[in-house]
């Protein structure tokens, strides 16, 4: 159980476009979603948290205008990466938990390459 | 400023030696402390957290409050354990996790 999935799994646009990663949450209610950015060789970094019905929470340094967040159903949070630059390419990981938990369950990520 | 520190980038252990990974928080309040793995070309899954104290696949984590350290241990690593490791608190009130920069570990036959 507690299976996230992530879609697409890699994807190449050109600059200037924007790209959309959806984040599922298969066999629970995702209470709360977080989406990570990791580089080569580095640690996660939290971009934002996303509750469902309500507005994404960035951290400090994340442009909201940048990367879009959207969590509109208890299963389902996207990421919009807007006019998207080559320093955009990374790897984005989605997680989920429900209420209740302190556990996050973890997407397999996307691998973003912006040409 | 909440920080955590893994000081070991990478570990080298041989097969059946023991194993140790070093963590230290500086939090405000009480978090919630959990280790996290990464296999080779696997997603990120939850190794062990603090709350539970269970001893998953023979890793365990001793929480010292005074030394605020979270340092994960196997008596016996095997070739298997080789892995990417997170440790990684998490405050009560926001459920976010922090990440340490994580410490690569190879076991060798």
């Not at chain 1, 959806?22 to 950015?37: G, N």
């Not at chain 1, 938990?101 to 973890?106: A, D, H, L, M, R």
Request: aromatic residues 12%; proline residues 4%; positive net charge.
């Amino acid at each position: 159980g507690a299976v996230v999935s992530q879609h697409p799994s890699r994807v190449i646009c050109k600059s200037g476009t924007s790209v959309k990663i959806e984040c599922r949450s298969l066999d629970f209610q995702a209470t709360t979603m977080f989406w990570y950015r990791q580089f080569p060789k580095q640690s996660l970094m939290l971009m934002a948290t996303s509750n469902e019905g309500s507005k994404a929470t960035y951290e400090q340094g994340v442009e909201k205008d940048k990367f879009l967040i959207n969590h509109a159903s208890l299963t389902l949070s996207t990421l919009t990466v807007t006019s998207a630059h080559p320093e955009d390419s990374s790897f984005y990981i989605c997680s989920a938990r429900w209420r209740g938990t302190y556990e996050q369950y973890f997407g397999p990520g996307t691998r973003l390459t912006v040409t | 400023a909440q920080r955590v520190t893994q000081p070991e980038k990478l570990l080298s252990v041989f097969k059946g030696a023991p194993v140790e990974l070093k963590c230290n928080y500086s939090y405000s309040g009480s978090p919630e402390l959990f280790w996290y793995v990464q296999y080779s070309r696997q997603r990120l899954q939850l190794l062990l957290r603090h709350i539970s104290r269970e001893s998953i696949k023979g890793f365990t984590a001793d929480l010292n409050k005074g030394e605020t350290s979270f340092h994960l241990k196997k008596p016996f690593a095997q070739e298997e354990d080789s892995a990417m490791y997170y440790c990684a608190p998490s405050c009560s009130n926001d459920y976010k996790l922090s990440f340490g920069a994580g410490t690569t570990v190879t076991v060798r036959a």
